[in-house]
């Protein structure tokens, strides 16, 4: 069964996925949304990739050298043994800034014997829209695309050219390298440099993961998250990615496939409030530079999305061209939703803005500017609150009172209370005070379904909805509430299938939502824990953990028929919420721990 076995590698300014066979099936250069150079992702016939290739007598294995983005794929045939460390470089200069180039390595170790492998490389550039060219040079293979848009690679390598050209054997005694890169190389790559470039990026892994807390479980889960969470954003401007894919369908043959290469400011949000928790603040500080950069003007009102460089325009348009993962149509690039009203959005950011200002007080830099974005996000919840919305979901039909978009209202007025205490801005507390007493009212009168038993979807609606799971996470109830208990209850009736959570069940633009939207199944676990069911919490963790591909890597959904990975890959929601789940079991322990000692 295909499982999206994949891993990522990256510089936090692209990234590339790499088959379980060591096959690069997907890269963009020289920047995450850049058109691709491998796509055979999304068309296995005509999308390029990049191949090593061997016979049927070797078994591969594949892993990450741990706490790094170095993925190492192992050949063996007994006698005859290599590994393909593949990496994006990514270390600190002398100079102190990053040396993050748009290229990868892919370190060939020669351990035993005389292995013997062929070269596929088939780079299509521009989302293999024209035709593209490799032509052999003296120093390197250029290839290049000049109708439509022109465009060039360069691949540097010590093995012999035409043979990787021609994708004829080659009888590996001694290590050696391939490199692509976007740019031509000013100094001449060699075996030794690129060996020390692995050093070099293994170093900035492992003193980047040693600032991870340790913790007495899923330790290595959390790890591998919040690597991948790093691998996700983007240094240039500090957005963080949904994705690094586009068109990956929600379920296969169907037409729910979207790009996601873009920053969410909800999912970016909640990614930047595990990663500070986890201890690595650089991350929350770009990101908050992000938003003040594109919030220009007070009181502005913010786009639920943006371009990784801050671009408020995101066309959507279809390739055509290409057949779609499994032949599932249509491929997207650019992502319609950047145009809807979601008004959840601000209460999601101050909660970051609240934590942010918390754990650094008044020494965080940019503090006066986010007293005056906290200003204006309080005055357009003011204007907007009662507003009907397209919700967390992305509905492109009509408007709703969405109870999650209600709720991340008040937590915005709540947040921004605790914001002006912290500031000293007693003035505006009252004012503020009165209308998140409002909003909740609002709530707690109009969000509830008696009949259901449950807060629903919306108001007057009968539909559940997995999202307000988080009303309790986000403090507007109580896990102890029993509104609250029963609504958990309900959920898990109706929206539960072995413990894989629909969204929701109600037919939405494109009919009844058929995979589990996997961030909803780690909400679920998280609610099961806070309402004391912990037993019952952690079987559920350790049956969804066990969905993951071999590296531990999650999707946006799963199957719930045969568990296989499905939609954009590796997705930030759940991995930011895998972590939340690990954490929790992992205090618990420590506490258990403490109290024994004591008794």
Same mark, same amino acid.
């Given at each position: 069964?295909d ?22 099936d997907?890269c963009?250069?020289?920047?995450f ?7 055979k992702?999304l068309d ?10 061997v016979?049927d007598?070797?078994?591969?294995q594949?892993?990450?050298?741990t706490?790094?983005?170095i ?9 005859d043994?290599?590994e393909i ?5 990514r ?19 020669h351990?035993s ?11 299509k ?8 060219k ?32 021609e ?8 290590d050696?390298?391939?490199?692509l ?18 050093e ?28 991948t ?11 963080v990615l ?6 990956l369908?929600?379920?296969i ?15 970016a ?13 650089n ?5 908050l ?18 371009g990784?460089?801050? /671009? +408020?325009?995101?066309?959507? $348009?279809?390739l055509?061209?290409?057949?779609? *993962?499994? #032949?599932?149509?249509?491929? =997207? !690039?650019?992502?319609?939703a950047?145009l ?7 209460g ?9 200002l ?49 709720v ?7 947040r ?6 912290i ?5 505006k507390? /009252? +004012?503020?005070?009165?209308? $998140?007493?409002?909003?909740w009212?609002d709530? *707690?009168d #109009?969000a509830?379904?008696? =009949? !259901?038993g449950a807060?629903?979807?919306?108001y007057?609606?009968?539909?559940l ?14 896990a102890?509430?029993?509104r ?11 929206l ?22 996997t961030v ?18 952690q079987?559920?963790?350790?049956r ?19 568990k ?21 079991f ?14």
């Amino acid at each position: 069964m295909d499982n999206l076995d994949y891993g990522i590698i990256g510089n936090c300014h692209s990234a590339a996925l790499i088959s379980k066979t060591g096959s690069i099936d997907w890269c963009c250069l020289p920047e995450f949304d850049s058109a691709s150079v491998f796509a055979k992702l999304l068309d296995k016939d005509i999308g390029g990739s990049f191949e090593i290739l061997v016979s049927d007598e070797y078994t591969i294995q594949q892993r990450y050298t741990t706490d790094t983005a170095i993925l190492k794929t192992k050949f063996s045939n007994g006698d005859d043994v290599f590994e393909i460390h593949d990496f994006m470089p990514r270390y600190y200069k002398q100079n102190g800034k990053y040396h993050s180039p748009p290229e990868i390595i892919r370190y060939v170790r020669h351990i035993s014997g005389k292995p013997v492998f062929t070269i596929k490389y088939d780079p299509k550039l521009g989302y293999a829209q024209n035709e593209t060219k490799s032509h052999i040079k003296p120093d390197f293979i250029a290839s290049l695309t000049k109708n439509g848009k022109f465009d060039t690679t360069f691949l540097y390598t010590s093995f012999d050219k035409r043979s990787v050209m021609e994708g004829l054997p080659i009888i590996l005694r001694e290590d050696g390298y391939f490199l692509l890169a976007y740019h031509e190389k000013i100094f001449m790559p060699s075996t030794r440099r690129s060996y020390l470039d692995l050093e070099r990026t293994k170093v900035y892994w492992l003193n980047w993961s040693n600032k991870t807390p340790n913790y007495n479980k899923y330790n290595a889960q959390i790890a591998r998250s919040a690597i991948t969470l790093k691998l996700l954003s983007y240094d240039r401007s500090g957005a963080v990615l949904a994705a690094a894919t586009t068109s990956l369908p929600e379920t296969i043959g169907e037409v729910r496939n979207w790009d996601y290469r873009f920053c969410w400011i909800r999912d970016a949000s909640m990614v930047i409030k595990v990663v500070s928790e986890l201890g690595h603040e650089n991350m929350a500080r770009r990101y908050l530079k992000f938003i003040i950069d594109i919030i220009p003007h007070k009181g502005e009102k913010m786009q639920i999305m943006y371009g990784i460089n801050g /671009e +408020k325009r995101l066309t959507e $348009e279809t390739l055509e061209h290409l057949s779609g *993962y499994m #032949n599932s149509k249509p491929v =997207r !690039v650019g992502n319609a939703a950047y145009l809807q009203k979601q008004n959840d959005i601000y209460g999601i950011l101050m909660d970051v803005i609240y934590q942010q200002l918390e754990k650094f007080s008044t020494d965080i830099e940019n503090g006066e500017e986010l007293w005056t974005i906290t200003k204006g996000i309080v005055w357009i919840v003011s204007q907007t609150w009662r507003d009907p919305d397209k919700g967390i979901w992305e509905f492109r039909t009509e408007d709703q009172h969405f109870t999650f978009s209600k709720v991340l209202c008040w937590t915005a007025l709540n947040r921004a209370i605790k914001v002006a205490q912290i500031l000293g801005k007693k003035h505006k507390i /009252e +004012k503020w005070k009165h209308l $998140e007493a409002e909003i909740w009212n609002d709530i *707690y009168d #109009n969000a509830w379904n008696e =009949r !259901v038993g449950a807060y629903t979807q919306s108001y007057g609606s009968d539909h559940l909805d997995a999202s307000v799971l988080l009303m309790e996470a986000y403090g507007c109830v109580d896990a102890k509430d029993e509104r609250y208990i029963k609504t958990v209850k309900a959920i898990e009736r109706e929206l539960s299938n072995d413990g894989l959570l629909y969204r929701y069940k109600n037919r939405d633009d494109f009919g009844l939502p058929s995979s589990s939207f996997t961030v909803c199944s780690f909400w679920f676990v998280n609610s099961l824990f806070k309402i004391g069911e912990r037993k019952k919490a952690q079987e559920v963790f350790e049956r969804l953990l066990s969905y993951s591909n071999h590296l531990g890597l999650f999707s946006e959904d799963i199957d719930f028929r045969t568990k296989r990975l499905l939609g954009n890959f590796p997705q930030a929601y759940s991995h930011l919420a895998l972590i939340e789940c690990a954490i929790n079991f992992s205090r618990i322990d420590s506490e258990q721990k403490i109290w024994e000692s004591m008794n």
